[in-house]
């Protein structure tokens, strides 16, 4: 395991250059470390991500110095496990709509006393190794360097959970919030139309409302073209334009 990325880069006081791999491809990876990214990112609820290629991609982006973020595709305790046991540091939730939904994500994500993670055997807590525990000063101060070490993203993007947002920002382990524009339009009875004045507008209050709460935001995830990898204007390209995947 390795230190999380995206939180270094957070701490050093700069934005996360985080990749959104479109497909498991160890050739991305390597070209997204090659010109500077941070981290990379998946989506496990869209993306055709199997458990192996999940592993695959930990391995390949923590060797290389990035760590690896992922949708989840439920919010299900052991759908979530499955990813942090291969090496995830980092879970957004979709379609978090109650309080109790992002205390049970929270809950997922971290370990006791902070949650109720399970205790795997894979690369999210060193295959089990004793002496690598050990290392980090025993299991107890592993779980507690793996809490510290975790993003636990809340996906709002419904007008349920625009409704209770205020129960949902109250969960004192979820780090922030994420938007979905497509579907929160949909659920307001615009469908089709994500820049529509009134899911704008909610999504603003969405993001006042957690700045306010102390929780970070997360932006639409960006894309970047292979071509333009390719030719190295990665870094350029994201700093010219302003992406930023993750506010600290």
Known sequence: MIENTILKANREGRYALVFALPFPSSQL???AAHVGFDAISID????AYSVESVDDICRLSNALGMSVTARVPDNAAYQVNLYLDRGVQGVTGPHVETGAEAQALADAC????????SWGGGRGTEFNDPEKI???GGQRAFMKWANENMIVMAQIESKKAHDNLDDILAVPGLTGVAGGPNDFAASMGIAGQPMH???????????????AAGKSIGATTFSIGVRELMLGHAREFCQENGKKPFNP
Do not use: M, N, Q, S
């Open 29 to 31: 990876i390597e070209l």
């Open 44 to 47: 496990g609820e869209h993306g």
């Open 110 to 117: 971290l370990f006791p006393e902070a949650g109720w993670r």
């Open 134 to 136: 050990e290392a980090y």
């Open 197 to 211: 004045p009134d899911r704008v507008a909610a999504t603003a209050d969405v993001e006042r409302r957690a700045v």
